[in-house]
């Protein structure tokens, strides 16, 4: 019953967020483009390329799909509205995001193309760079909750809110989930201009509106699992408990599609470096930071 | 002496002996190492087993899976290492021209 | 007795076993990268029935990066990663199947002939279980951890120091600046800032 319940949430999320993302790229807010823009997806022809590997094509969409709403059966709206608390939730979410990498890469070599391939090492060398910065974060959040259940982690901000606690490994994580959900500026895998939309370039109709689906639902997971650990899950003063959720998860996630009209698009050596030399001693930094207040103010 | 734990050494026997024929039998740096991958996982499923089904209590079991899988990161790092430095000597990765060091 | 925790143990050792095996039958190299990630995915689930949680989703994590390395490796070593030349690069095949095929009916043997002693069926609570492996990692088991990080820290230096592309020494004993000439008149030459690109050549 939950689970059916948190399905049909995160599907308004996921058509919310769509409205969003028409809202910033076209400036006009229309509530029914999404649905448009679906039916026409729907209707096209599914244009499938010459001599692909079939299995690699077919099973790369429907993977990021099941992989996002997999990471997303671990994020709490409210204290018993949860798909699975699990023990171990806060890895189990960078567990199954990791196999976002694996849709990309045989949604890269799936439909041989070149540009298609492209993007798919892309989307590996840029696993390189935001793994760790991932990771550490969520370190730093399971120190103060002292535990890697996502609940306990939202009950620990009761008092102060994570963003104030621990400011950097917020601004690492949010870099770092921006990556993740090659969002712009880190689009490397479908860069528009550039490889001509790189993995999503050989796909059409049915399976490019699963592939966008996924992405969209990849990003609400992604932005309720900033908001989880950073920015104190469901506590609030007025309102009910899910709706701090919702209006949180859906700020966050506007503020993500946001940043990427106005910063130009990171290249891959430029961010492994900065990611490498930059930010992974910042991670550490945070993690001996989080570690000294937990002694000092318990 | 329970079905779960012979079920576990029994497909951790095969993931052994089929790692073991890959990793004799193929010629490629790159898929001796995806046998070898197969040996240490029928390793790691044997541990698991016995933790669980003989001492659960005990958590350096899970410890000692903690470190196996730490070596197979490792020796997968600085095998590849190698490969890249080899296949810029060489040109390739192939192990049958790989037996004298010398050209 | 067959529990519920048994068919889903036999239904993933299968999955493990077929996709181990799956990776040296096909041709396609990405396919048999892919057949690996996919085989230790099924060996992480096993593990999550056992309700070593921890350790599954561990394993999940590490194997689904680590084999996709793996996959960028081949395309980048192997002459058909794409397997339509549908060529086979084994040899001696007779003798690895027999020695795996010995492997296998020895560790059969011994699983099935020893006595293992009193089974325990019921396990803690996986939060519990976590906070035990942490509390024995930083405790009893500190100089093994220990260890094990000045070992990454070499393996990875290790890794990146025989990975690094060579740059050949220049006029000047330096590996920067300066363009890589024998007897030239230097002097006359205008300087400028970028490094000897030209190790390709000197092969």
């Not at chain 3, 990776?23 to 056992?50: K, Y």
């Not at chain 3, 990875?156 to 008149?185: C, E, H, Q, R, Y």
Request: net charge negative; charged share 10%.
């Amino acid at each position: 019953m939950t689970t059916l319940l948190m399905i049909l949430v995160l599907a308004i999320g996921v058509y919310l967020l769509a409205v969003l993302e028409h809202w910033i790229s076209n400036g006009r807010f229309q509530f029914s483009a999404p649905a448009y823009s679906a039916i026409a997806l729907l209707g096209r022809e599914s244009v499938v390329p010459r001599k692909p590997d079939l299995l690699f094509f077919e099973v790369g969409p429907v993977l990021l799909l099941i992989t996002a709403l997999l990471a997303a059966a671990v994020i709490p709206l409210s204290p018993d509205l949860i798909i699975t608390d699990l023990a171990t939730g806060a890895l189990f979410l960078n567990a199954a995001l990791a196999y976002i990498l694996v849709a990309l890469i045989m949604a890269g070599w799936g439909p041989n193309g070149a540009y298609a391939m492209i993007g798919g090492w892309r989307f590996l060398g840029q696993l390189v760079a935001y793994a760790m910065l991932v990771v550490m974060p969520i370190t730093a959040v399971a120190m103060r909750a002292e535990s890697l259940m996502t609940t306990d982690i939202v009950i620990s901000q009761a008092g102060l809110w994570n963003i104030f606690y621990q400011p950097l490994g917020f601004i690492l994580f949010f870099i770092a989930a921006m990556g993740l959900a090659f969002l712009p500026p880190f689009d490397l895998p479908t860069a528009e201009g550039e490889i001509a939309g790189g993995v999503e370039a050989e796909y059409s109709g049915v399976r490019l509106a699963i592939f966008r689906l996924g992405r969209l639902v990849l990003i609400i997971t992604l932005a309720g699992a900033t908001v989880t650990f950073y920015l104190g899950g469901w506590n609030g003063p007025w309102l009910p408990p899910w709706m701090w959720s919702a209006i949180k998860i859906l700020g966050v996630a506007a503020v993500m599609l946001l940043i990427g009209r106005y910063v130009p698009r990171i290249r891959e050596a430029h961010l492994l470096a900065w990611c490498w030399k930059a930010g992974i001693p910042l991670a550490l930094l945070n993690i001996f930071i989080v570690g000294v207040l937990l002694v000092e103010y318990p | 002496m329970n079905v779960e734990l012979i079920w576990t050494l029994i497909t951790a026997a095969a993931l052994f002996g089929v790692g073991i024929y890959g990793a004799l039998s193929q010629t490629n740096l790159v898929m001796i190492m995806m046998g070898i991958e197969l040996i240490l996982a029928g390793a790691l499923l044997n541990l698991v087993g016995f933790w669980r089904y003989l001492h659960p209590d005990v958590a350096a079991g899970q410890m000692f899976v903690l470190i196996v899988m730490t070596v197979m990161a490792l020796e997968m790092a600085v095998g590849f290492g190698i490969a890249i430095a080899r296949f810029r000597n060489k040109g390739s990765v192939e192990m049958e021209e790989a037996a004298e060091l010398k050209e | 007795m067959i529990t519920g925790q048994a068919i889903f143990i036999g239904f993933f050792g299968l999955a493990t076993v077929w996709f181990g095996i799956v990776v040296f039958r096909t041709f396609s190299m990405v396919r048999s990268a892919i057949a690996l990630l996919f085989s230790q995915t099924a060996l992480g689930a096993m593990f999550l029935t056992m309700q070593a949680e921890f350790l599954g989703v561990l394993q999940i994590m590490m194997m689904a990066t680590e084999m996709s390395v793996m996959a960028i490796f081949m395309v980048m070593f192997m002459m058909d990663p794409g397997g339509m030349g549908e060529m086979d690069m084994s040899h001696q095949k007779r003798l690895s199947l027999i020695a795996g095929f010995v492997s296998f009916v020895g560790a059969v043997a011994v699983a099935v002939f020893i006595d293992w002693g009193p089974v325990t069926i019921t396990v803690v609570d996986t939060a519990k279980q976590t906070e035990a492996l942490g509390l024995e990692l930083l405790g009893r088991s500190m100089l093994i951890f220990e260890t094990a990080g000045i070992t990454i820290l070499t393996a990875m230096i290790a890794a990146t120091a025989v990975a690094i592309k060579p740059v050949p020494l220049t006029v000047n004993n330096s590996t920067t600046g300066d363009l890589p000439v024998g007897d030239f008149p230097v002097d006359s030459l205008p300087t400028n800032s970028l490094p000897a690109q030209k190790e390709d050549k000197a092969k």
